[in-house]
């Protein structure tokens, strides 16, 4: 009889016997195939933590003892223990989402998916517990290898053991990867750890032992296991990784034997400070085309066929990814002093061609974007040209790196950032939709953002170009848009993609955006309003063309796929009026909210970034009904509404 569907909550798994559990374990693994198949999402992180995830709800009276996952994408199995088992939306509006959300359930306590902040929170959670006497909840975070690649891990280990009078179990699942490979020093280390024939002997052979002589045997060997794994990993001089921390720490074990993760999770469970056990796990594990997958081992998937692992559907055609990965290496042919740097998202970012070309100019540092930065910096220095590719939503955590170490020092480093604006599935962690209006605020800061595949090669040719500045080059997921040709180009690169019969409304699009401006134009003209729709190229600083557009329009309306608060649109309002155009101006953009998972479309109709609804509201602001307003007419009036029925086409 199936066990899964009577897996209503944790405590369910109370009354399954070590037999039943891996019954239930072989259950999940095809729940999770079946499922991620049709809809997509993060399967090899989920299939690697199925009898970690068990064992945790097993041992730990969730949500009591609340369980931090670092990264929230290995939280599936999670989802499926605490009642959510209707999978056919994951991801989708409507449907469950990719990571952890308190919205769906008490059990889940950390929403964001920025890797390596997990320990902050459970030593923020343990203290509380701590402080306010609530000795008998414990917590757990359950931490990726990758993630101890991050800077925040070690702040947040290095305060913990200042303070063991806790209940505080800190989880290392260590499958060797984060997307790809984890890189560095403590990767290394841990590998050896995994793969060290010794331990592996000392272990398999003590369990064996034990378990041949019987209940009793059993009892004892429950009763020594910390020392025992204290023996094994000295033996294998791991504990030296923890051992100026205070921290108690048990491992390493097998993360997919029930019998070593629940003794293990219980003898941790009772030590009354914090510990940490180290769980070594298969990424993918159980599935063979995820398991036989080199680049990822299924990270992350669109819709495949479930007995093969073969992706579904073409892809969508050339992505954005794939135009700069080749323009990246072309450049680097060139150009000796181009090195790129990416934090733990070789692949993702579209890095792999590079290091495949010129190995040796290639680092990536892990999961740490304030180290790339400021790196990036003193590379700069040394004479090279960094190059540094992270997903858009990412590079908020480098922020003070790129004012204080790049901007302030003038060094010249490009960011390319991958998935930005609207990204859809992955949720509000996700969304790019920042980086417009943060990153202007850097003095000296130029920021491109590309319409089409030929504007990125381009513009990502004269970012590299700048030795002087930090330079951004943002592109959005997904396929790239038909190459748009200016009809003009201005004299400080401005591009002219459309002009109307009349200087009504003066469309700036930023980006992608340009294909939806000249869309609303086409709809104006239909309505006998002339528009002039414009391409920036370099959305910061704003072009002096730009302002004297404005100067001769009546309406000036910016298009732009991050959020209005101080986005473009604002910076070009302020640039407008410190020039002393007093041209209207309605910046439209994303609302300053954090957006949920759904479809970029749907995302963005939302917003009422479509055409039929920008040229609605940009008709009623030409006639004077809608604020801002539309400068009068060179006659001197707005029109009525019967004299614009009567002129227009």
Known sequence: MALLPGIHGPRDLDALNPDQLRQLAAEVRSFLVENVARTGGHLGPNLGVVELTIALH????????????????????????????????????GGLAGYPQRSESEHDVVESSHASSSLSWADGVSRAF?????????????????????????????????????????????????????????????????????????????????????????????????????????????????????????????GHDFESLIETLELAKSYGAPVIVHAITDKGSGYAPAMSDEADQFHAVGKIDPITGEALGSGGGLQWTDVFAEELVKV?????????????????????????????????????????????????????????????????????????????????????????????????????????????????????????????????REATSVEDAPTVVRYPKGKVNDDVEAV????????????????????????????????????????????????????????????????????????????????VGTRVRQVLREAGVDTAVDELGIPDEFIDHATREQILDDAGLTAAKIAHDVVAQVLGTRIPMARQTPTGSIPTIEQWEKSRP
């Open 130 to 254: 701590s402080r306010t006497g609530r000795r008998d909840r414990h917590v757990v975070a359950v931490v990726g290898d990758g993630a101890l690649t991050g800077g925040m891990t070690w702040e947040a280990l290095n305060n913990i053991s200042d303070d063991n009078d806790r209940n505080l179990v800190i989880v290392v699942n260590d499958n060797g990867r984060s997307y790809a490979p984890t890189i560095g020093g403590m990767a290394r280390y841990l590998n050896r750890v995994r793969t060290n024939e010794a331990y592996r002997t000392l272990h398999r052979g003590s369990d064996t032992l034990f378990r041949r002589l019987g209940p009793a045997a059993r009892a004892v060997y429950r009763g020594v296991r910390g020392g025992t794994h204290g023996f094994l990993s000295r033996f294998t001089n791991n504990e030296a990784l923890y051992s100026n921390l205070d921290i108690k720490y048990l491992g390493p074990i097998d």
């Open 332 to 460: 680097g042919s060139e150009r000796k002093e181009i090195i790129a740097m990416t934090a733990a998202m070789l692949r993702p970012t579209g890095l792999q061609q590079f290091a495949e070309r010129f190995p040796e100019r290639v680092y990536d540092v892990g999961i740490a974007e304030q180290h790339a930065v400021a790196s990036a910096a003193g590379l700069a220095f040394g004479g090279l040209h960094p190059v540094v590719a992270i997903y858009a939503t990412f590079m908020n955590r480098a922020f003070d790196q790129v004012m204080m170490d790049v901007a302030l020092h003038k060094a010249g480093v490009t960011f390319v950032l991958d998935r930005a604006g609207v990204t859809g599935p992955d949720g509000p962690s996700h969304h790019g939709i920042w980086d417009l209006a943060m990153l202007q605020l850097v003095p000296g800061i130029r920021i491109a953002a590309p319409r089409d595949a030929a504007r990125l090669r381009e513009v990502f």
């Open 58 to 93: 097993k041992v730990f009276d969730s949500p009591s003892d609340p369980i931090i996952f670092d990264t929230g994408h290995q939280s599936y199995v999670h989802k499926m223990l605490t009642g959510r088992q209707d999978f056919s939306l994951l991801r989708s509006r």
């Open 488 to 567: 003009e180009r201005l004299h400080d690169g401005v591009d002219v993609l459309s002009r109307g019969s009349s200087e009504d409304v003066l469309l700036v699009g930023i980006g992608p955006m340009v294909h939806l401006a000249l869309e609303v134009a086409e709809r104006l003209k239909a309505q006998g309003i002339g528009a002039t729709v414009i391409d920036p190229r370099w959305a910061i600083p704003v072009q002096p063309s730009i302002v004297e557009l404005a100067r001769e329009h009546r309406l000036v309306i910016t298009i732009e796929d991050g959020i209005r608060v101080g986005g």
